[in-house]
């Protein structure tokens, strides 16, 4: 099997039962977004209190999700499961209105969390990544689903250091709760933690599978792994980045060499390049372009070009009916796509210009490249023209306009008029303004620019495969 990405609602693809069979995974890890500070980058404020300048862009909802599927599944639930969807409406009637303040959407968690199971080998596990709020909620949700006898776990992660909040206390740690399909689970308990509660009892040897008893009020503390700070070094700017020493300890855990890891909320795809790293095949999902993006990047930055060869990329655009259909769904999704086939850095507040891009001139000098993207059949001459006085006032050199429709013969002769831009260093002149349908960039035809390189943060090389982890007890 080949690694794979998939673009787009998890539900919708894990619902897909040619793209996932039953007893497909070994591993899952899942991070869903919550409506929490951490998910929107609390920890990417800096002292100023203010967001991150360089904060990439978060998704738009707490929750993404595609309606119709998801009421399809919840009505089915309701016929198939009735238990799990009792489950899920009784913080309602527990709280009456109160049920707003819930801090995870139940009902898309569990049916996420039933298709999850379903792709879970017999031996696989479940490791599910959440704030200590919704722990509570979710623990109710994955008892019902797996088992409450298949609770392995209740790892603790000490995210960010002491803070007082007199209301509230220390918010500081999430919870990764693990659980198996069953007691035939591979699970390597000891790489875990620092602090650790493992006990011999914890795990018994029984006809060559290891059995586990319930202990949460034991959890593994893991507090030698810092949350992704401003300074660090693998930090990319997507606002909910996990550390990839975590994902790599929960990896090693829970899995072997060969075996397939499955993050259904791949975000900027911190577990799939700890999986690569530790030799495990991996799938992952993402709804969000930006997502897609920075992982395809990721991988190659930190594996080298060939790695496009060992996975496929699915639910991407791949000729113009599909880019349009993905424009109608979603222009900032249909943006970000455009931008990710010219290799360009979206741009948060775009003030008309949706990504850039850098090169190389003579004595150190680095050029600036603007990218506009048009998806509208609204296609006029006067665009050139703006596009001119945007170019002037970034200072940058070159500017590039990606249309989805035909622009017209108008604009064509218009960017022609537009000037040129002398380089030194490549020693020839490129047109000022330059238009390519996304027709053009799906066929081959790119633009006549100088080499450019990508602005968006270079995840390191990954050298060789490191040390295993040495048991800590
Ligand atoms: C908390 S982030 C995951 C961060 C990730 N662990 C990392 O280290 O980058 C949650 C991710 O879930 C994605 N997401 C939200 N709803 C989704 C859905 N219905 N299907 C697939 N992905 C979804 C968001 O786009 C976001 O990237």
Same mark, same amino acid.
């Given at each position: 099997?080949?690694?794979?990405?998939?673009?787009?609602?998890?539900?919708?693809?894990?619902? @897909?039962?040619?793209?996932?069979?039953?007893?497909?995974?070994? $591993?899952? &890890?899942?991070?869903?977004?919550?409506?929490?500070?951490?998910?929107?980058?609390?920890?990417?404020?800096?002292?100023?209190?203010?967001?991150?300048?360089?904060? $990439?862009? *978060?998704? @738009?909802?707490?929750?993404?999700?595609?309606?119709?599927?998801?009421?399809? *599944?919840?009505? +089915?639930?309701?016929?198939?499961?009735?238990?799990?969807?009792?489950?899920?409406?009784?913080?309602?009637?527990?709280?009456?209105?109160?049920?707003?303040?819930?801090?995870?959407?139940?009902?898309?968690?569990?049916?996420?969390? %039933?298709?999850?199971? /379903?792709?879970?080998?017999?031996? !696989?596990? =479940?490791?599910?990544?959440?704030?200590?709020?919704?722990?509570?909620?979710?623990? +109710?949700?994955?008892?019902?689903?797996?088992?409450?006898?298949?609770?392995?776990?209740?790892?603790?992660?000490?995210?960010?250091?002491?803070?007082?909040?007199?209301?509230?206390?220390?918010?500081?740690?999430?919870?990764? %709760?693990?659980?198996?399909?069953?007691?035939?689970?591979?699970?390597?308990?000891?790489?875990?933690? /620092?602090?650790?509660?493992?006990?011999?009892?914890?795990?018994?040897?029984?006809?060559?599978?290891?059995?586990?008893?319930?202990?949460?009020?034991?959890?593994?503390?893991?507090?030698?792994?810092?949350?992704?700070? #401003?300074?660090?070094?693998? /930090?990319?700017?997507?606002?909910?980045?996990?550390?990839?020493?975590?994902?790599? /300890? =929960?990896?090693?855990?829970?899995?072997?060499?060969?075996?397939?890891?499955?993050?259904?909320?791949?975000?900027?795809?911190?577990?799939?390049?700890? *999986?690569?790293?530790?030799?495990?095949?991996?799938?992952? =999902?993402?709804?969000?372009?930006?997502?897609? &993006?920075?992982?395809?990047?990721?991988?190659?930055?930190?594996?080298?070009?060939?790695?496009?060869?060992?996975?496929?990329?699915?639910?991407?655009?791949?000729?113009? *009916?599909?880019?349009?259909?993905?424009?109608?769904?979603?222009?900032?999704?249909?943006?970000?796509?455009?931008?990710?086939?010219?290799?360009?850095?979206?741009?948060?507040?775009? !003030?008309?210009?949706?990504?850039? %891009?850098?090169?190389? +001139?003579?004595?150190?000098?680095?050029?600036?490249?603007?990218?506009?993207?048009? !998806?509208?059949?609204?296609?006029?001459?006067?665009?050139? @023209?703006?596009?001119?006085?945007?170019?002037?006032?970034?200072?940058?050199?070159? !500017?590039?306009?990606?249309?989805?429709?035909?622009?017209?013969?108008?604009?064509?002769?218009?960017?022609?008029?537009?000037?040129?831009?002398?380089?030194?260093?490549?020693?020839?002149?490129?047109?000022?303004?330059?238009?390519?349908?996304?027709?053009?960039?799906?066929?081959?035809?790119?633009?006549?620019?100088?080499?450019?390189?990508?602005?968006?943060?270079?995840?390191?090389?990954?050298?060789?495969?490191?040390?295993?982890?040495?048991? #800590?007890?």
């Amino acid at each position: 099997m080949k690694n794979k990405l998939y673009y787009g609602d998890n539900l919708i693809w894990l619902r @897909d039962q040619d793209h996932f069979p039953g007893e497909l995974v070994d $591993l899952i &890890y899942l991070d869903p977004p919550f409506n929490s500070d951490a998910d929107y980058g609390a920890n990417s404020k800096g002292n100023s209190g203010k967001k991150s300048q360089t904060q $990439l862009l *978060a998704f @738009d909802d707490i929750w993404n999700w595609d309606k119709e599927v998801s009421a399809l *599944a919840l009505n +089915e639930m309701g016929s198939n499961v009735p238990d799990i969807a009792q489950l899920i409406k009784l913080p309602d009637k527990k709280k009456g209105k109160a049920s707003k303040n819930i801090p995870v959407n139940l009902e898309l968690m569990a049916t996420r969390l %039933l298709e999850l199971h /379903r792709v879970l080998k017999p031996t !696989g596990s =479940i490791c599910l990544h959440c704030n200590y709020e919704a722990v509570y909620y979710l623990k +109710e949700i994955l008892d019902a689903i797996f088992g409450k006898e298949n609770l392995r776990n209740a790892i603790v992660w000490k995210r960010a250091a002491a803070r007082s909040d007199a209301k509230k206390g220390d918010n500081v740690h999430d919870v990764i %709760l693990c659980y198996s399909k069953s007691s035939q689970c591979n699970w390597n308990p000891q790489y875990l933690g /620092r602090i650790q509660s493992y006990k011999a009892s914890f795990c018994n040897k029984d006809a060559g599978n290891k059995h586990w008893t319930d202990d949460i009020a034991n959890p593994d503390m893991i507090i030698d792994i810092s949350p992704i700070s #401003l300074k660090a070094a693998e /930090r990319l700017g997507y606002h909910t980045q996990k550390p990839i020493a975590l994902l790599e /300890r =929960i990896i090693k855990a829970g899995s072997n060499e060969g075996d397939i890891i499955l993050d259904p909320f791949c975000g900027c795809g911190t577990s799939i390049v700890a *999986a690569q790293k530790l030799k495990r095949r991996w799938i992952g =999902i993402d709804i969000t372009q930006l997502a897609i &993006y920075l992982t395809e990047q990721r991988l190659k930055d930190s594996y080298g070009k060939s790695i496009k060869d060992s996975y496929e990329l699915l639910g991407n655009p791949c000729d113009v *009916a599909s880019a349009k259909a993905l424009w109608s769904k979603n222009e900032r999704e249909f943006e970000l796509w455009a931008l990710s086939l010219v290799g360009a850095k979206p741009r948060i507040r775009n !003030g008309g210009i949706e990504g850039i %891009l850098g090169f190389a +001139e003579i004595g150190n000098k680095k050029g600036t490249i603007v990218v506009q993207i048009k !998806g509208s059949t609204y296609l006029v001459r006067g665009m050139i @023209d703006d596009m001119v006085g945007l170019i002037e006032k970034e200072g940058a050199a070159i !500017g590039l306009l990606i249309t989805l429709h035909k622009p017209t013969l108008g604009m064509i002769t218009d960017t022609v008029h537009a000037g040129s831009y002398q380089s030194e260093l490549w020693n020839r002149n490129y047109l000022k303004i330059q238009l390519r349908t996304v027709n053009d960039l799906l066929e081959g035809k790119s633009f006549d620019i100088p080499q450019t390189y990508s602005l968006l943060k270079k995840s390191e090389r990954v050298k060789s495969q490191e040390a295993d982890l040495k048991p #800590l007890l």
